[in-house]
């Protein structure tokens, strides 16, 4: 087996959500002396791309993605785990807390985005559920974040998405993080509304969004 082939195998694991072919690549690329970082971004992370935007387009249910996200985390965590022993690290691009807003207990969304952003060369801080609007704020000050990404599955929850909006403004903080906000019933509406810097559909938008923003500083 060469190379692409390899490479080939960590993509088709992703879109199969099959994590022992997605082992087997990494084990294999070990045996040949590839990068594991290479791996990653050539094989790994373009399954995960492709799985998103095929999402993105309605073409794929929603337990397709989940399934394939798990199988994200395992290869990222075995390759997180490698290079901490070998001291090294991945690059990152930025720093970004994920939360679902107070009063709010649906995860699954932000549980993706919090995968593909991972694989995207992103830090992220993973808040989980019901989290106050002051505790974000706090602890997006803590980790020294650049963007702060907030879910609402629910009507009645999305305004803690404009309560963190106008505590940010209220502190001055505004300028110093990027909002972005995302779940079923928010919009680009809404987020023009209370004053978020960006509105994305999905998880693949929210990556590709997270990524301009870090770029652009």
């Known amino acids: 087996m060469d190379k692409q082939e390899i490479i080939k195998m960590a993509f088709d694991s992703i879109l199969e959500a099959d994590q022992d072919m997605a082992l087997k690549a990494l084990d294999q690329g070990a045996e040949m002396g590839m990068d594991s970082l290479e791996l990653l971004k050539d094989g790994f992370t373009a399954g995960i791309t492709e799985l998103g935007e095929r999402f993105g387009r309605g073409e794929l249910f929603l337990p397709e993605l989940i399934f394939a996200t798990e199988v ?103 300028e110093r993080f990027k909002t972005m906000v995302g779940g079923a019933p928010v919009t680009q509406r809404w987020a023009d509304r209370i004053g978020a810097d960006a509105y994305t559909e999905d998880a693949s938008e929210c990556c590709v969004r997270a990524k301009q923003f870090l770029d652009g500083r």
């Open 72 to 174: 994200m985390k395992a290869v990222t965590g075995r390759i997180e785990e490698e290079m901490k022993q070998s001291g090294k690290q991945m690059e990152k691009k930025g720093r970004m807390i994920m939360a679902t807003v107070e009063g709010d207990v649906h995860d699954i969304g932000k549980g993706i985005c919090c995968a593909l952003l991972k694989t995207s060369g992103i830090e992220v801080f993973d808040l989980g559920r019901e989290v106050k609007s002051d505790t974000i704020i706090e602890k997006a000050m803590e980790y020294e974040v650049d963007i702060i990404g907030t879910g609402a599955l629910l009507t009645t929850t999305m305004i803690y998405q404009q309560e963190l909006e106008d505590k940010l403004k209220e502190r001055g903080l505004k």
